[in-house]
Every structure is written in C-alpha cells, then in structure tokens.
C-alpha cells in the first residue's frame, strides 16, 4: 500500500534521547537537526505509536468475536508489517468503499458505462468502479516509480501517462506510445465531428436519429457498391426512384450508372442529377427505352440543340417534360418541339433556363399544348407579362407555377395575373406564384372569387398584401380546404423603420388565424417563414389546447419573431402526426422539449433538439 | 374475437419462416418493428391462429436471417441516438430490398 502511516515508517534517529544537557553529542545528520529544529522528536513519535498499538489492541479484545478472532495473537505482528492497524485497515477499506460507490454514482462514470457497455454487463459495474478507483489511486506526481514498459525509475509526472497494463510509463516510452496513437486519435475526433454533422444533416432530411430502417439502410449499402451492379433486378419502380435519388444525392449519377435506371419498356425516366451526363447520354436515353413517356432531368445542362434534334427525330411522344439547367437549347428548337410534339405533352416543367425560353414559348404552348394540364416556369429571366396574358389561353390547365425573375411592370404585371385567375382560375387544383413582390390585395381577392379548387397554394416573397386582405381571401371562401399552404415572405420591408408597420403589410394574425380556421382540418404543410407580424397570441389561440390539426405533418415557423418554448410546444400538442418543425431564428425557442419521434430543426442552440419521452414507437421517419 | 383473447395469452416469441424451411424465433416486439409483421399478427389472420407463426413463401433462409437480425439490432437500438449503420453484405443487398420492401421496415 502506497499511502503509508508516516510516523510508523520513519526509522529511528540516531538522535540522544532527552537527556539533561550534557553538551557531549556524537555526529548528528542533517536530517536530524533538521527534524529538531522543526520540534519532531523520535522520541516523542515512538511514545505514540505504542500508545496508538496498545490502543488497536485493546479495542480489538473487546471486539472480541472477529471474524479472523482464531489468530489474534498473530495481528500485532502483522499489522505493523502493513504498517497499519486493524482499526485503520477498516477504515481505509470503508473510505475506499465510499470512494467507489462515489465513482459509480458520479455522471462521468456513468456517462462512461454508457458508451462502453451496453446493459447486459451490468455485473461488471463493482469492476469498472474499482478500476477508475485505482486510477486514481496511482502514485503522486513527484513520486519515483518504474516504467511499465522498459521498468527503468523515473520521477513521476502530472503529464505521466498509464501503460497498456494500467503502470505508468517513462517520458520516453510515453513519447513512443504517442508516436503510435497520435494518428488513431486524430481519426477518432475527425470521425466524431463527421458523426455529429452525420446527425444534423439525416435530421435535415427527416431521418431521425436512431437505427436506420432496413430499406434505408439497403439503399445506402447499394449506393456504395453501384459499380458492382449489373442491373437492378426487378424492383419495383418506386424503388428504382428511390435508389436513383439517393445515388444522385451522393453525386454518382455517371454515364456507366445511368444504365441501371434505363429499363426498355418502362415509360418514365428520371435522372436527378444528371450534371455528369453528355449530350450523347441522353440521346441514349431515348434509343433504349423508346418506350418512355415521362423524362425527368435535373442538371441537365448538357441537354442541349444536338439531344433535341435526335429527340425531334423520334417517334417518342413525350407527356412529361422536366427539364431543369437546359439552357443550351435555342428559341428555335423550343418552337420547333412545341409545334411537333407539343399535342401529347400533357406536363412541361422548365427550370433555370436563365434567358431561354420567354414570351413567344409560353404562346407557343398556348397554341400547339391543348392537353397541357401542368405549366412549371421556374426561375427564368426571360418571361415577361406579355408571355404571362398567354397563359391565359391554356384552358385546360389544372396545375399552374410561375417563379419569373424579370420584374413584371407594376400595373401591366398585375393586370396579367389578375387575368390569368380570372379565366382558368376555377379549374386550377394547384397554384403556386412566387417571388411576387408587387401584386395587390387584388390578387387575392380575385384568388377568392375564382378559384374554388384549390388543394395547394403559393404566394411567396411578397410585401404589398395585406393581413386584412388575407383574412378576406379565406373568410367565407369557397374553396375546400387547402392541404398544402406556403406564404413565406409575406412581409413589410422597411430598413429605416424595420419595427413599424403602419399598414399591416404582410401575414398577421388576423390572416393566420382565419386560414388556420378555414384550412386547419386538412393541412398537411404549412410554411410561414419569415411572416413577423404573426403575434404570439395568434400562435397560442390557433394551437390552443381544444384545437387539434390531425393531418398536419410539416409546419415551418422560421424567423416569426414571436415563437417561443410554449408555443413550440402547444404546436406539438395540437398536432398529433406532426413529423418536423422548422424554428430557425427563433430565439424564444431555447429548451423546447420534442416528444418522440418529431424533428425540431433550427433551434439555435449547439446542443440541437432534445428528445423527451420514450412512449411512441412510430419514430422512423423517411 | 377469437384472435383478441388468445392475444392475450400470446407467447413473448414468434416465428419466422422462410421459404425454404428456416426458423427464426425472436421478441414479439421486435418482429413488430415491421409493419406487414406486426399487421400480420394483430389481425384475425392464420398467422395468429397457428401459434405466431409467420411463413414468408417469397423469402429465402439466407435473406431472412439478415432480416431478423435487423430486427434485433433495429430493437436492440430503439432507444439511442448514435446507432451504428448494420453492415449489409452488397450481395444480398438487392434481395433484402425487395424484403424490406415488403416487409415494410
């Protein structure tokens, strides 16, 4: 035992008992005049450890009945050997206990067990204890010791590090050891800031932390191992999709991949990132599954004059076409394709075109498309209102989308889309008008005179409408219930007074309650981002704890300045199947406990959301 | 109505068979992790009647003995964060798609 009893261990000195001076004195050592000078007297320390024995012994005979009672006469020798008494043994054994059962009830120990154990070993736990224990138990700083490894003595250190075997090692054997480790420690941190960001961005995606699902799980494994596949079998299509998007995520859409997803006979193709693909990949397309109906193609840069001269040259009828990043095909091609085979297309999705396809397109499909049923106009700078009264013309379409970066002029813009509404608006099912940032309450109000089908809604990025003019659109309108509601960025902007809004520009809370009234049975995504006006009170009464929304499955409510930890968690209360919650911004929500099995993204803490409960099973969400 | 009571008496375990004649038995709960599985067994189906036995006529030994063993890990794990991902033999990976596909996990 390390810890010895001091004045049991120093040796007698050489010194003269007290004796009555006497001046007469034999050599004395340093240490003795040293002790003497200090006033510690051999002596006076031999005097009371016979005192404290004969104590030990004493206290033992009456004790009696010990448990090793058959030698008693045998402890005296032994104990001073150990250099402690019986008295003293049981109590260092008791302060060891106390010790131990200090580490195992301490949080670091816990947390320990946690990532090194799981629950089965739960005996080991007086172990694992005791380990930490003599861990710490290990000689002092400053004392000598030998090297575990090379056993030469050394002084220890408070930078002394423990062997493979619990010792502890040299300063050189330690610098060895480092040598060894150094790499594999690095990799451990790098791959737990990977793990961590592993964990945010699943969360992003909606996956919740936790064991993936199978499917999942065979996805990925499949994504690892694309370039061993031949083909993919027969999977059904939605898995096909499946697999392709998650391959298309991880950037291994290529020329020798595309091949899986090309299956002759099938009728729809859908390449999600197709940023790897040359013109002639996509001339390829066409001449394996001749077949296909519906072409999907995002990043689809290189779909450009060369692909739609080989496509014109086809008999493929084509219903579907998404293309996204085409901007490599000329007016020419467009006009060419819209007058040849723009009387199957029944869905025609532009996005990112820059400055292609504008105006005389947009009249083009007007006249050549009568079957169009979707128009998706995303992100193009060439349409302008003129392009927009054509639309007007298409009478048969149910699904409309326009997200047009060239200003529309302020009256003329307007009087388009008021036009549009006005004349296909009642077969409309969906309608979607974005980055809007001059229409009038007019808008809305002609939204609330013609449209009386309407399942999806998008008015985005808008700062004229007002809260009146909303609680107007969904007071008494006679469209069904929307299912699907996005009105982010209706706002007031002003730099210079950012507080003040005089006018009750934007979604208030006159406006979020009325469409919360109105379409609260049955939506599924609501998105309010960014609508400050929105008062906590209008929060509080729309989640209130008599309201329930049971289809709600996505809410977000970033950057509405009022949110706080008690409406985060009345909105939970109110909606039973809600899978995700998006706080960004939100400074209110600071510890909003997430039940089970809902994902709560944006909280601006590093610790992330924290999961209450353990009740619900349902958790895995994909 | 007969399913409900013996329900009630149901055994902790059940069984899984593959088509060519292989047993798994493990945790209700964890079976229950898919949700064909768990409908297969809460319903008035054969399955409940002859002893939550679950026979998989599409599904051989080798596949579904990777699917029981997710189920354990998938069970084993249900209340942690920071799961490791199974290892998934890439051979079998297709197969086990389509199982999982119609297993719904």
């Not at chain 1, 979020?512 to 609260?520: N, Q």
Request: proline share 5%.
């Amino acid at each position: 035992m390390n810890p010895p009893n001091p004045p049991n261990g120093m040796p007698p000195p050489a010194a003269p008992p007290q004796r009555p001076a006497r001046q007469i004195r034999g050599p004395q050592s340093a240490l003795t005049d040293f002790l003497a000078s200090q006033g510690i007297n051999a002596n006076q320390i031999r005097q009371d450890a016979d005192a404290r024995r004969a104590a030990a012994r004493a206290s033992m005979q009456t004790a009696g009945g010990d448990d090793d009672a058959p030698s008693p006469d045998a402890e005296p020798e032994t104990a001073p050997a150990r250099k402690e008494t019986k008295a003293q043994a049981a109590k260092r054994k008791k302060e060891e206990e106390k010790a131990i059962a200090k580490i195992k009830a301490s949080k670091q120990f816990q947390r320990r067990r946690k990532q090194y154990g799981s629950d089965d070993d739960m005996t080991d736990e007086d172990e694992a204890a005791r380990a930490v224990f003599e861990e710490s138990m290990a000689p002092l700083p400053g004392q000598m010791e030998n090297c575990e490894v090379c056993e030469k003595r050394f002084s220890v250190t408070a930078y002394s590090r423990a062997g493979p075997d619990g010792g502890l090692l040299c300063p050189k054997c330690s610098k060895d050891l480092d040598k060894e480790e150094g790499s594999a420690k690095k990799k451990r941190k790098l791959a737990a800031g990977r793990q961590r960001r592993q964990l945010q961005s699943n969360l992003l995606d909606g996956i919740y932390p936790g064991a993936k699902d199978l499917m999942t799980l065979c996805i990925e494994t499949l994504a690892k191992n694309v370039q061993n596949a031949n083909s993919l079998g027969d999977l059904s299509d939605e898995l096909v999709d499946k697999i392709a998007a998650i391959l298309s995520k991880k950037r291994l859409m290529t020329p020798e991949t595309l091949y899986l997803f090309l299956r002759p006979g099938s009728d729809t193709v859908t390449v999600y990132d197709a940023a790897k693909l040359s013109s002639d990949d996509f001339i390829r397309i066409f001449q394996i599954v001749p077949t296909v109906k519906h072409i999907r193609l995002r990043n689809a840069i290189q779909f450009k004059n060369k692909v739609m001269d080989h496509l014109l040259g086809t008999t493929v009828k084509l219903q579907t076409l998404s293309l996204h990043g085409a901007n490599l095909i000329d007016d020419e091609r467009w006009n060419q394709f819209l007058t040849e085979k723009g009387s199957h297309l029944q869905a025609l999705k532009v996005y990112h075109t820059d400055g292609h396809f504008g105006d005389e397109q947009l009249e083009m499909v007007a006249k050549h498309c009568p079957n169009l049923r979707r128009l998706k106009v995303c992100h193009n700078q060439k349409v302008t209102e003129a392009g927009v009264r054509h639309i007007a013309k298409m009478g048969n379409l149910t699904h409309l989308s326009l997200e047009l970066y060239k200003q529309l002029t302020d009256m003329e813009g307007e009087m388009s889309c008021l036009e549009i509404i006005d004349t296909i608006g009642g077969g409309l099912r969906t309608l979607s008008l974005a980055t809007i940032h001059d229409l009038s309450d007019a808008l809305l109000e002609i939204i609330h005179e013609s449209c009386q089908n309407l399942s999806k809604l998008r008015l985005t990025d808008n700062s004229s409408f007002t809260d009146n003019g909303f609680a107007k659109l969904f007071t008494g309108w006679l469209n069904p219930p929307l299912v699907y509601l996005d009105l982010h960025k209706c706002r007031h902007i002003d730099a210079a007074e950012p507080r003040e809004n005089p006018n009750n520009i934007g979604l208030g809370s006159a406006g979020f309650e009325t469409l919360m009234a109105h379409s609260g049975a049955t939506l599924k995504h609501l998105n309010v981002h960014s609508c400050r006006h929105i008062s906590r009170e209008a929060f509080e009464h729309v989640f209130a704890e008599n309201k329930t929304y049971p289809e709600m499955q996505e809410i977000d409510i970033s950057f509405c300045q009022s949110v706080n930890d008690f409406v985060v968690g009345c909105i939970f209360r109110s909606c039973p199947n809600l899978k995700t919650l998006k706080v960004f911004g939100n400074f209110g929500v600071k510890e909003a406990r997430v039940p089970k099995g809902k994902i709560l993204i944006g909280v601006p803490n590093a610790l992330g959301m924290q999961i209450e409960g353990t009740a619900e099973d349902e958790g895995r969400v994909i | 109505m007969a399913s409900s009571s013996q329900k009630q008496g149901s055994s902790k375990y059940v069984t899984l068979i593959s088509s060519d004649g292989f047993e798994f038995v493990l945790l209700r709960e964890a079976a229950c992790v898919s949700k064909a599985i768990k409908k297969m067994l809460a319903g008035s189906f054969l399955e409940t009647a002859r002893g939550d036995r679950c026979h998989f006529e599409e599904i051989n030994g080798i596949v579904l003995e990777k699917v029981a063993e997710y189920l354990c890990y998938n069970h084993k794990n249900r209340n942690r964060e920071d799961v490791p991902d199974m290892d998934i033999p890439p051979e079998l990976c297709l197969e086990l798609l389509m199982a999982a596909d119609y297993l719904d996990t």
